[in-house]
């Protein structure tokens, strides 16, 4: 029992990094067990398809973002203005790649927006996974935008609307840094979020 | 010859809408050949390898994109007002992506930022085609944005940052439009091209 549920966490952590490398399409079941170090036929124990595989590796990834991204953006982590919790995101964000591409050689993007480009047409199960992760990020970043807005520190009206755009902005900006394999792709983030937002003079600097 | 060469086009029509659909990884030489109809000997004559097509398909994509771009964005077109010239990019990317979502019934998003996040990591050469392409894109909008900011319709002094985001900005909702099937996901991208440009307030009506 202790081997077997071992064999699943592989099998998960090696999923994992093979889809954020090289996607979900060019990856066979043979390989990720290679990789993972098991035997092919223990695959299926655990995982019903790759797809299962793909849909835990989602569920794994965004419960470790998710708790990455209340930590930086609730009040009670430390920064009480809510503008200053939006730029640590986008800051944390950078760094994370930054490790990432130290650890690789390569800016691996966002799993979540690799998906979506390439699997959303493809499957289902994927595509309302990967809308209910990017509706989550959209809500906790117009809670932000809702305080700084009542605060007076922010002029758009529609939140939610203006949380999409900064979320956009973000998958933007990210999948250039794949591109150019330069997280320097970044760094107008912040400038950019401001100007989504409307923020006051104050906070342009 | 006749015959030899419409097979060439046919395989690279194939592999535009193939790979439009279902991205690269997913796909084999064999089944671009059967949706071509052509031998599958035959595709080699052609093409070097699945990447040769891929190259072929982005140049192809990429020949027509630049004559569409051009057209809307040169003064020559109809609208003198710069500004007005990038409203009509983004109107004409949507009315694009609506009809091919009315073809299809899916938003297949833009190829080239799809390809950009399953590929990008993979082979070197689709990556360097992809930053060209992008690169000429941003020189672009540079263009009509140094001409709004040389008319003081538009306050951003990094013209060039400010293309870029513009087109991250571009990306980023065109990936919400493909994720959620929406191309309503598109209408903020006027807006937030002003915000993100300095708009002056007679614009941002």
């Known amino acids: 029992m202790g081997r077997t549920s071992d064999a699943g966490e592989k099998i ?3 999923g994992r990094s093979l889809f954020e ?3 979900y399409s060019a ?5 990720i067990c290679r990789a993972a170090g098991v035997p092919k036929g223990s695959f299926y124990y655990f995982y019903e398809s790759k797809e ?3 849909l835990a590796v989602v569920d794994e990834h ?3 973002q998710r708790r990455e991204w209340t930590r930086v953006l609730s009040a009670a982590g430390g920064d009480t203005e809510p503008l200053e919790r939006l730029r640590r995101l986008f800051e944390e964000t950078e760094a994370g790649l930054r490790a990432g591409q130290q650890g690789c050689g390569t800016v691996l993007g966002c799993l979540f927006g690799n998906l979506s480009l390439e699997m959303s ?7 309302t996974r990967l809308q209910e992760i990017f509706d989550a990020q959209v809500e906790m970043v117009d809670a932000v935008v809702t305080e700084a807005r009542d605060r007076g520190d922010v002029t758009v009206t ?10 956009a902005q973000l998958e933007g900006q990210v999948m250039f840094a794949k591109l150019y394999n330069n997280t320097g792709r970044l760094s107008p983030l912040w400038s950019n979020c401001l100007a989504l937002l409307g923020a006051r003079a104050a906070h342009s600097v």
Chains 1, 2 share one sequence.
């Open 52 to 54: 299962a595989l793909a």
């Open 12 to 14: 998960l952590a090696a």
């Open 158 to 167: 529609d939140t939610r609307e203006a949380a999409r755009s900064v979320v």
């Open 27 to 31: 990856l066979g079941v043979a390989e």
């Open 121 to 127: 047409n493809q499957t289902e199960a994927v595509r």
């Open 62 to 64: 965004w419960a470790e």
């Open 21 to 23: 490398e090289r996607g």
